[in-house]
């Protein structure tokens, strides 16, 4: 218990955070326009020049085992099609609803809510590992997506100009780019200059409670009541489902305890607002991905100090 105790006191200021957030927006101080400024702010400035920041110490890092992919996504390709199954057999869902359902079990917060978190519990030794799990899970949810809806669709026909306009945009994507600058920078062992070195410091230390109010003021956006049982679903399927399956795929293909301990605690956290995002752009469950972000971020307040406790996390 006192294990738990101290991963809730750690976790909780950044929980506090996103209550501020939402707070601000339900009170009426600021409105949806600010929410949106910050947001922008927040995903095309302060997280990237925090992550190029993180990753150009990536020669002193130790090196990141690639087999973390194997485990997260097999964890994510099971989690897809459950979800798939009980949004077709349970809610009697259309072929698109039952992506938005599958997709709302594996994708997670991994940026605004997921950085710091793994920076506060984890360390910046952990940052390497998800930083390639965020690229990949860039590069292959979305796009996984919008194959699975295009199929469901068109009854198997896929528009390729969709998919090359798709991976554009990925690469165009401010995290990845701040990812992959990174880490290239990183490799050559050279320093920034001290000047650009402290300005990049600066933009670092604004970002974890930006980026956490962010996420408070877009969940003030978003309803418990709607959809509450298909939300309920989805929660359940992120916040235990999908770091169950982790945890046994990385054991099973013999990971690190830090590559295990990073890819189960981004497996845990909540459902991203990309879900309601990904639900309003194919005009299907925007009130179940409305729900799930809402319900999951609220649960997990509990659920990822304990995973972390059950983790053994900084024991």
Known sequence: MSIFLHHLELCAPLFLLVFLGWFTIKIGLFDKAVSSALTKFVFKLLMPVLLFKIMSGLSEMPPVDWKV???????????????????KYFFRQDSTGQVITGMGGIFGNNVQLGVPIVQVSLGAEAIPTIS????????????????????????????????VHALINIFKNPIVLGIIIGSCWG???????????????????ATTPAALIAVGMGLAQHSFKASLPKGTLITVLKLA???????FFCRLIGLGEL????????????VAINLY?????????????SN??????????ATVPLTLTLLGAGV
Not at 187 to 205: E, I, N, R, S, Y
Not at 259 to 270: F, G, H, I, S, V
């Open 241 to 247: 489902v999908q770091p169950a399956l982790v945890f």
């Open 259 to 270: 590559e295990t301990n990073a890819a189960t605690l981004l497996a845990a956290l909540p």
């Open 187 to 205: 490799m050559t062992g050279w320093h920034l200059p001290q000047v650009v070195q402290k300005t990049v410091d600066w933009v670092a230390l």
């Open 277 to 289: 995002i990904m639900s309003n752009e194919f005009n299907s469950e925007e009130g179940a991905a």
């Open 292 to 301: 799930s972000i809402f319900v999951s971020t609220l649960v997990s307040a």
């Open 69 to 87: 992919l194997i485990a997260f996504f097999a964890s994510c390709v099971v989690v897809f099609l459950l979800g798939k199954y009980c949004g």
């Open 132 to 163: 390639l799990i965020i690229i990949f899970n860039v590069l292959l949810l979305w796009t996984a997506a919008t194959a699975c809806v295009e199929f469901g669709k068109t009854g198997g026909k896929i528009d390729a100009r969709k998919f």
